[in-house]
């Protein structure tokens, strides 16, 4: 699809959002989710972890969603019944996402989040493969998300909507999430638009600005579940070693093994902190 049929679609995109929850409403017969959850590179086999999905279809089913191609991210919505003792929690799960470097603009990139608050999820946990600018970080490192730098020069709202970041990285879930687990740390992530991977001067510059973690997503989709009042989760995973760290070349098989070895330790983690987070 063209850049210019899709500028019709997101003419209105709170719109195009309330279309896509009333589709998933529709497709799932669940009225309204309480959490969603995007998955990134790899984190794939953590969503499996959460049990068999209710209900599983492709994006291109439902208003502003496009088939998705990039190796690893498949455009599936899955909806999950997860049992605990407040009762049922229904947990929407993205199963790939889009990426600003795809070149469709901002707008297909925070549709899913987007359609997820409207579809009634207070609760939005994004998930990522990065580069690990932080020398401490180990390949297959899940690190929790505390702020961000973004260096793409575009955020997802326009217009006079003057939104407090502050808090944008949960403190209340980021402390929960560290109880359930005490080993998990923080860090500080680059969005980087992409597609090409950075330089080592460009690792340096971040290093030097206090980065952590270096990814091409996450950041709007934060920015545009927090302008909507949802409460956002970030875990990154490391997959790599950030350009100039080790003196290796970056490539993007490597990139999904880590993610497949990480994702039954984060599957377990998450299906232990959801019903914790409503
Ligand atoms: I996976 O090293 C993954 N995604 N920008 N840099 C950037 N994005 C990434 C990297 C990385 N690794």
Redesign the pocket.
């Known amino acids: 699809m063209s850049a210019s049929t899709n500028e019709g679609l997101y003419l209105d995109p709170m719109k195009t959002a309330q279309q896509g929850a009333e589709a998933i409403a529709q497709r799932t017969g669940i009225a309204s989710h309480q959490i969603a959850l995007v998955m990134g590179?790899g984190w794939v086999s953590a969503a499996d972890a959460l049990g068999t999905p209710h209900h599983e279809f492709d994006t291109h089913e439902i208003p502003g969603f496009e088939a998705q191609t990039v190796l690893g991210h498949s455009g599936k919505i899955r909806s999950y019944v997860i049992d605990c003792d407040k009762g049922a929690i229904n947990a929407l799960v993205f199963l790939g996402r889009t990426h600003l470097y795809e070149g469709k603009g901002i707008e297909p990139v925070v549709h899913g989040v987007r359609t997820a608050v409207k579809a009634g999820c207070k609760v939005i946990i994004l998930t990522n493969?990065?580069?690990g600018i932080n020398t401490a970080y180990r390949v297959g490192q899940p690190v929790l998300i505390r702020d961000h730098i973004s260096l793409t020069a575009t955020s997802p709202l326009s217009g006079a909507q003057f939104v407090d970041l502050t808090d944008l990285y949960s403190k209340r879930i980021r402390a929960i999430v560290k109880n359930e687990d005490p080993t998990l740390e923080e860090g500080v992530y680059v969005h980087?638009r992409?597609p090409t991977?950075?330089t080592p001067a460009e690792i340096h510059m971040m290093r030097t600005m206090g980065a952590d973690l270096?990814?091409?997503s996450t950041v709007p989709e934060a920015i545009a579940a927090h302008a909507m009042g949802a409460e956002v989760l970030g875990i990154s995973l490391v997959?790599?070693a950030?350009?100039g760290v080790t003196g290796e070349k970056?490539n993007h098989e490597e990139?999904i093994a880590a993610g497949k070895n990480a994702a039954d330790r984060m599957g377990a983690l998450l299906k232990g902190v959801i019903p914790k987070l409503l």
């Open positions: 590179s493969a990065c580069g980087w992409g991977y950075e270096v990814g091409m997959t790599n950030a350009a970056l990139v």
